[in-house]
């Protein structure tokens, strides 16, 4: 019996431990990185981490893929500010922002960030870049809120076509998602998480290393992945990175995210297409290029360009080629705006 209460007393232990070390490290984390931006309420208890950075008539939004923050556009909005108004932001249950309260869709989300623009009183005329997820939720503002645009870019935008429920057989790979997610908050919770990303972005990475290998060949491709593309990030925001990794919060937006899968596509898949307002469509070169009826079926003045160095991350694999795209719609945007104030 005695044996059996040490050994319960050593996971409390263990336990509390754990929880102290995640809730003083996302103390720490929040004083020492997000300072950058500022928050911004929406009302009903929702707060936006929002970045600005630059100045000029126009202002280029930002929009992540399914699971990334605003670190994502870090190096090139630090580029294209200095010519423009530029902003980023969380969307809600990621990154720095506050739990998500509605589904996690491009029509939800597009009048979140059109609130979120209000209330920070950041004024159109908009440029929109949007990646991936991020992709849809820029063409769902353009079509909510059509006058405040002046272009879109596309930076290889989510095709419905090949997610439930239109693609039935990449369903599995959904359900995978939302169980590792799943999994990962109570790990978080723990400091588990923390222990691990810290390793791998922070430090030597044998504990990372570790950890995957005991949750087997899952474990390994997560962490292949996590290797891969955040290495294409500038090293100075890898801290950042791992402190959005560590919350528990972060894994519950993924997974909210993920889950809203198969309604964004119900919603997107008969959207009505962007007329009058010009969209550049980057497709990396390891993709089909779209065809002339899906181009037809996002707007009546789409150009698509083909990134050939590119996979899926293309302002992260050719930065350049996104940068120069945007400062084009830029400079492109002022005789509307000066027009639009005279």
């Keep these: 019996m005695y044996y059996l209460f040490s050994f319960a007393g050593v996971v409390v232990a263990l336990v509390a431990t754990g929880f102290l070390y995640q809730w003083l490290g996302a103390h720490y984390d929040r004083l020492r990185y997000a300072s950058r931006g500022r928050w911004i309420d929406i009302g009903d208890g929702r707060r936006f981490y929002l970045l600005e950075k630059g100045s000029g008539d126009s202002t280029v939004l930002f929009e992540s893929g399914i699971a990334a923050t605003n670190l994502n556009w870090f190096h090139i909005q630090e580029q294209v500010s200095r010519l423009a108004t530029t902003a980023s932001y969380d969307r809600g249950g990621l990154g720095w922002s506050s739990p998500s309260q509605t589904a996690r869709t491009p029509g939800n989300i597009a009048m979140e960030l059109h609130e979120l623009l209000d209330r920070a009183g950041i004024k159109p005329p908009y440029i929109l870049v949007g990646h991936s997820f991020g992709g849809l939720v820029m063409r769902k503002f353009a079509l909510l809120y059509p006058e405040e645009v002046t272009s879109i870019m596309l930076v290889d935008p989510m095709r419905c076509e090949e997610w439930p429920p239109l693609d039935p057989t990449k369903q599995a790979m959904l359900d995978r998602g939302l169980k590792l997610s799943s999994y990962a908050i109570p ?30 060949d899952g474990g390994k491709h997560v962490l292949g992945r996590i290797k891969d593309e955040v290495s294409k990030m500038p090293q100075e925001v890898w801290p950042i990175v791992a402190a959005h990794w560590s919350r528990p919060g972060y894994y519950a937006g993924m997974r909210s995210h993920v889950e809203a899968v198969p309604d964004t596509v119900r919603e997107m898949q008969d959207s009505e297409p962007i007329r009058g307002i010009p969209v550049l469509l980057l497709t990396p070169g390891t993709s089909l290029p779209l065809s002339e009826d899906c181009l037809r079926r996002i707007g009546d003045n789409v150009q698509q360009v083909i990134a050939s160095a590119s996979a899926h991350w293309i302002h992260l694999d050719e930065p350049e080629l996104v940068i120069d795209s945007i400062l084009e719609m830029v400079m492109a945007a002022v005789p509307e705006a000066m027009a639009a104030t005279s």
């Design 187 to 216: 790990i978080a919770q723990l400091g588990l998480a923390r222990l691990a990303v810290t390793s791998l972005l922070c430090r030597s990475g044998r504990i990372a290393e570790r950890l995957a290998c005991a949750a087997g």
